[in-house]
């Protein structure tokens, strides 16, 4: 009881629970994929785009193992946040700093998809052109 007293480690708040949940079926259910052979992009959960700098973390990243580089970007949001975060993948996509092809936002409360890629621009979609898949399949029950 006395270490407890002494040391009390430090937490930081999160994501809430719906968003790490959003994030877990789409990663599990990515990986089983690339597992099976069926995509070729490894799924990562908040990592950087980039390992070799300090960059940005979006909530799942999709990796070309060979060139290291991440393709696909997606971020979960709430009705709060969701402007912001297409803001962001636009962002990210648009600089071109990091060779992404495609970026979507999911609000996990409206449950409303964005996709932005250079090739199409702006897109009210789930499905990723490069993997051919729907992400929006992964988070029904």
Known sequence: MRYYQEYTPSMSINSPRPHQEVITKLLVRLYLLFEAGQITLQPYPETMIDSGQSSPVPDIILVDLESEQAQIIVEIANKTGFKADCKK?????D??????R??????YQTHDWYKYSLAKGEEVSAFSDII?????????K
């Not at 600089?95 to 992404?100: G, M, N, P, T």
């Not at 495609?102 to 609000?107: I, K």
């Open 95 to 100: 600089a071109k700093d990091y060779d992404i």
């Open 102 to 107: 495609e970026g979507f936002v999911y609000n």
């Open 132 to 140: 051919q898949q729907d992400f929006s399949i992964f988070l029904k």
């Open 89 to 93: 993948v636009r962002t990210l996509i």
